[in-house]
Nanobody, 127 residues
Framework: QVQLVESGGGLVQPGGSLRLSCEASGRTFSSYAMGWFRQAPGKEREFVALITRSGLTTYYADSVKGRFTISRDNAKNTVYLQMNSLEPEDTAVYYC????????????????????WGQGTQVTVSS
């Protein structure tokens, strides 16, 4: 069992930055690929980014590529999402998720592939 707790959300102006954190419980954090998803009001939860167990490989949704950076610190059981050049369209609840069975070539954008989810943190981009 893994428990995930997100933090770092808030209100930011367009063009601003935020850094989200997701801390995991337990001693098996490094055995999970970690992802970030987001869900805007009235929309489906969508993939944002994934980082592999080692942290050497990352993937991003086209909508955030070049603006967001996912990273992890396995010693601290924490995954991060650095969000720059934020736009109103980035407004959503952001969730981190853990994938125990990720492998190269798997569909990391599918919600169903993730085993554990955090409770979410609200990000609002508005002037």
């Amino acid at each position: 069992q893994v428990q995930l707790v997100e933090s770092g959300g808030g209100l930011v102006q367009p063009g601003g930055s935020l850094r989200l954190s997701c801390e995991a419980s337990g001693r098996t954090f490094s055995s999970y690929a970690m992802g970030w998803f987001r869900q805007a009001p009235g929309k489906e939860r969508e993939f944002v980014a994934l980082i592999t167990r080692s942290g050497l490989t990352t993937y991003y949704a086209d909508s955030v590529k070049g603006r967001f950076t996912i990273s992890r610190d396995n010693a601290k059981n924490t995954v991060y999402l650095q969000m720059n050049s934020l736009e109103p369209e980035d407004t959503a609840v952001y969730y981190c998720a853990a994938d125990r069975t990720y492998y190269s070539g798997s569909d990391y954008s599918k919600k169903q592939n993730y085993d554990y989810w955090g409770q979410g943190t609200q990000v609002t981009v508005s002037s």
